[in-house]
């Protein structure tokens, strides 16, 4: 069949349809397909939507398990046509994160641990779509 394409996730089989970057080995594919994440949460006006979980670790095998460190980044921008300013809570990881968006944070997870890195949102004015990338 013409213009069939095959991905690893639904969202990266989508992309390679819309960009038609099919390749034939998936290890040919660029690498941010393998490490991006987009997740959509909801930023209702004036008060805290629900916690949407966009990453977990189950605990970490190895010689240097208690000292391992992962670093995530998270970018977070509104795709709704009534665009504004909107507050981001991140939990998980070392540190709560409070900040403004759009914009981008770094989360640190240290140790042998089993966590979850969640986020919520919250519009300022009406309510919005956010979009949440994770790599």
């Not at 300013?85 to 403004?100: L, P, Q, S, Y």
Request: hydrophobic share 40%; charged share 20%.
């Amino acid at each position: 069949m013409d213009r069939e394409y095959q991905g690893n996730t639904l969202y990266s089989t989508v992309r390679m349809a819309i960009k038609g970057e099919a390749f034939a080995d998936p290890s040919e594919s660029p690498e941010i397909e393998k490490k991006l994440g987009v997740f959509s949460v909801w930023a209702p006006p004036l008060s805290w939507g629900p916690w949407a979980e966009i990453w977990r670790q189950f605990g970490v095998t190895g010689p240097d398990r208690d000292t391992h460190v992962v670093i995530v980044g998270i970018s977070f921008e509104t795709v709704s046509d009534a665009t504004s300013a909107f507050g981001v809570e991140i939990r998980g990881g070392d540190n709560f994160i409070h900040t403004t968006g759009p914009g981008s944070e770094v989360v640190t997870v240290s140790g042998n641990v089993a966590t979850a890195i969640s986020i919520r949102c919250k519009s300022f004015s009406v309510g919005q779509n956010i979009s949440v990338y994770v790599r």
